[in-house]
T-cell receptor, first 115, second 113 residues
Framework: DVKVTQSSRYLVKRTGEKVFLECVQD?????MFWYRQDPGLGLRLIYF???????EKGDIPEGYSVSREKKERFSLILESASTNQTSMYLC??????????????FGPGTRLLVL | DAKTTQPPSMDCAEGRAANLPCNHS???????VYWYRQIHSQGPQYIIH???NNETNEMASLIITEDRKSSTLILPHATLRDTAVYYC??????????????FGAGTILRVKS
């Protein structure tokens, strides 16, 4: 069974704080993704990574950065949190080979509130 | 990625089969049909996917019409825990990492006792 875990289910931060969201997958997947989900806007891709130390911008990278130092871990960083970054953050991973190629598996999500 | 159309909501009695339809009339030959669901306040859960043939796994069955313009997800014996938003997505799998997922509005399935 694929398991994607996220460091926190709920997080409350203040405007201007630096925020780290951690994601770990245990299936040796090459690809990892960070999305945010907002009512009426659906899923939006922030960043993704297809290998260690590799990253690509998604549709809404502004205000975010990422880090992938190890294959199993993909971190999302909010350099200076703002209230418009209040959202549900979802991490996903996928493989580039095998029968489940490209199927994305999601973590439980982190609901972030920025005050 | 092809656009999909799903009914906004459906009800199903507990223990009965839930049949969730999806129209994807503009699907192209290399695009797969994926189904995910999202229970309130949780991350999306992968259910099943297929290209042409019908597929079955421990969670559900996927029936794809011969012209591939529509499909139906079947939960054979729905339980209250199956209450969720169900998303039908059509996407190609080519590329180094696959394409980003784009969820539409989905179908809210309410399983009632």
């Amino acid at each position: 069974d694929v398991k994607v875990t996220q460091s926190s289910r709920y997080l409350v931060k203040r405007t201007g704080e630096k925020v780290f969201l951690e994601c770990v997958q245990d299936m040796d997947h090459e690809n990892m993704f960070w999305y945010r989900q907002d009512p009426g806007l659906g899923l939006r891709l922030i960043y993704f990574s297809y290998d260690v130390k590799m990253k690509e911008k998604g549709d809404i990278p502004e205000g975010y950065s990422v880090s992938r130092e190890k294959k199993e871990r993909f971190s999302l960083i909010l350099e200076s949190a703002s209230t418009n970054q209040t959202s549900m953050y979802l991490c996903a991973s996928s493989s580039t080979s095998g029968t489940t190629t490209k199927t994305q598996y999601f973590g439980p999500g982190t609901r972030l509130l920025v005050l | 990625d092809a656009k999909t159309t799903q009914p906004p909501s459906m009800d199903c009695a507990e223990g009965r089969a839930a049949n969730l339809p999806c129209n994807h009339s503009t699907i192209s030959g290399n695009e797969y049909v994926y189904w995910y669901r999202q229970i309130h306040s949780q991350g999306p859960q992968y259910i099943i996917h297929g290209l042409k043939n019908n597929e079955t796994n421990e969670m559900a069955s996927l029936i794809i019409t011969e012209d591939r313009k529509s499909s139906t997800l079947i939960l054979p014996h729905a339980t209250l825990r199956d209450t969720a938003v169900y998303y039908c997505i059509v996407r190609a799998r080519e590329g180094l990492y696959g394409n980003k997922l784009v969820f539409g509005a989905g179908t809210i399935l309410r399983v009632k006792s």
